[in-house]
């Protein structure tokens, strides 16, 4: 018999992800909102995109760690 296979994600081969919880005034929403749809992405990417350039800028050595 075959065993039944489960629904989700593949394995990526990459740790798994921490989520975190952030709060934005409405008018820096609406804008994070825009750009996202802007560019065709989630809020989530943009995000992610914003911190990774953040930690670039502020350690070097560790901004391009993923």
Same mark, same amino acid.
């Given at each position: 018999? &075959?065993?039944?296979? /489960?629904?989700?994600?593949? =394995?990526s081969? /990459?740790? =798994? ?7 934005? !005034? =409405?008018?820096? +929403?609406?804008?994070?909102? &825009?750009?996202?749809k802007?560019?065709?992405v ?8 914003a911190?990774?350039? +953040?930690?670039t800028?502020?350690? !070097? ?6």
């Amino acid at each position: 018999m &075959a065993q039944k296979r /489960r629904a989700g994600r593949r =394995p990526s081969g /990459r740790p =798994p992800s921490v989520r975190a919880t952030a709060s934005f !005034p =409405p008018e820096v +929403y609406r804008t994070i909102e &825009a750009l996202a749809k802007q560019k065709r992405v989630s809020v989530a990417w943009v995000l992610r995109d914003a911190v990774q350039q +953040y930690l670039t800028a502020q350690w !070097p050595l560790l901004g391009n760690q993923q």
